[in-house]
């Protein structure tokens, strides 16, 4: 099976039992896996430790043997068992601690987010205005209100001042 004689770590031996079985193994998987065949966890294994691990994959997932099964074809002790148990408060600590993580990061992702989306909607308007001042739609439409507002005050100030009116007496002065 393993055929190197220098040592190998935790991800290679990982890596290198998913591609023995063909199947990916998770890390809880592999923590139970270990503790079946009687390895300690360790940083880096040797050969031997190695084979121990891809044998005890193989009877998993190509045998279809259970984890006690694979056990006591190790004979791994009842002790090992608790290792099982110290990987996976291991395991779960490692995920709360990552969900804490991302839970303390999202308002901060929020807020870019927010900020990336305000500067593409600044973006966005002073593109629009642009177009709309270039094409000189503005332009017409500034006059248009303009000629309107003036005929509207003209009318207004008509009606205020009617000096033009007939009935209207000049005062001597």
């Not at 500067?119 to 439409?141: H, I, N, P």
């Not at 007939?166 to 001597?172: M, S, T």
Request: aromatic share 4%; proline share 5%.
């Amino acid at each position: 099976m393993q055929n190197k004689t220098t040592s190998t770590g935790n991800a290679q031996l990982l890596t290198l039992a998913s591609k023995h079985v063909g199947t990916p193994i998770t890390l809880i998987e592999a923590g139970k896996i270990l503790s079946a065949c009687g390895l300690p966890d360790l940083g880096d294994y040797t050969p031997g430790q190695c084979d121990r691990f891809l044998e005890a994959c193989t009877l998993l997932r190509r045998q279809g043997k259970t984890y006690e099964e694979v056990a006591m074809h190790f004979g791994a002790t009842p002790s090992d068992n608790e290792l099982i148990e110290k990987v996976h408060d291991l395991l779960a600590q490692v995920s709360s601690s990552q969900a804490e993580l991302i839970r303390a990061a999202l308002p901060k992702m929020a807020v870019e987010q927010l900020q990336e989306v305000k500067a593409l909607f600044w973006r966005m308007t002073a593109k629009r205005l642009k177009k709309y001042v270039d094409s000189g739609q503005l332009e017409t439409e500034i006059r248009s209100v303009s000629k309107s507002v003036l005929a509207s005050v003209g009318k207004y100030l008509g009606l205020l001042m009617p000096n033009s009116s007939p009935k209207v007496k000049n005062l001597p002065g």
